[in-house]
């Protein structure tokens, strides 16, 4: 089992729309979390962090964590064409941060 | 104001040789970890220093080796260059030691012929 579990994708959804993005985590015992936006041949860059349960949002970003279920998501609302892009969910561990694999997501117009 | 830099841009080895890849954090930072991401795949985590020491150390043999420098700049260093060393390698850093926001630099691609 993977550290950090992401669906491969591709996403696709057109503008507009709502683009969830999900992450599992295998260490219970881990406390933070990130989600980083990657376009292609760019390096990551940090969208949010989340540290406590519940949703926290930025703009058009929603970060849901529920450390019960180990279960981290992102929300981007009123998606563009420029939100296209993988998204890396990222998971501090001990002492490293561990990133999934990525969703790529592709918004039409 | 800047952010992370690296250098250099893109590197071309050949197998068996060594590599040094630089990296100055984002001005007032004091940490620096050391990524390598291959194409489809995430980051991997190599190191991270804080205060020219070392914090973590990823799943990597002892090929690779980094330090940190007063000026909070740092080095990863890659010996002994294998096929499958070729990769993105990025520097990420954060304010402090207990910072895990991090803000990643351009990074280095290294290709290993």
């Known amino acids: 089992q993977k550290e950090v579990e992401q669906n491969s994708g591709p996403l696709s959804v057109p503008e507009g729309a709502i683009a969830s993005l999900n992450c599992t985590y295998s260490?219970?015992?881990?406390?933070?979390f990130f989600w980083y936006r990657q376009y292609s041949g760019k390096s990551p860059e940090l969208i949010m962090s989340i540290y406590s349960n519940g949703d926290k949002e930025d703009g058009r970003f929603t970060a849901q964590l529920n450390k019960a279920s180990q279960y981290v998501s992102l929300l981007i609302r009123d998606s563009q064409p420029s939100d296209s892009a993988t998204y890396l969910c990222a998971v501090k561990g001990n002492n490293d941060m561990r990133f999934g694999a990525g969703t790529r997501l592709t918004v039409k117009p | 104001d800047a952010g992370v830099t690296q250098s250099p841009t893109h590197l071309i080895k050949t197998r068996g040789q060594h590599v040094t890849l630089r990296c100055s954090p984002i001005?007032?930072?004091?940490?620096v970890s050391w990524y390598q991401q291959v194409l489809g795949q995430g980051p991997q985590f190599i190191f991270q220093?804080?205060?020219?020491?070392?914090?973590g150390r990823g799943n990597f043999p002892d090929r690779f080796s980094a330090r940190q420098f007063p000026n909070y700049s740092s080095e990863l260093n890659v010996n002994a260059l294998l096929l499958g060393d070729s990769a993105l390698y990025l520097c990420?850093?954060?304010?402090?030691?207990?910072?895990?926001?991090?803000?990643f630099g351009p990074g280095t691609r290294l290709t290993v012929t």
């Open positions: 990420a850093s954060s304010l402090d030691g207990s910072s895990y926001e991090q803000y």
């Open positions: 260490d219970r015992g881990s406390q933070s």
């Open positions: 220093y804080y205060e020219k020491e070392e914090r």
């Open positions: 001005s007032g930072h004091k940490s």
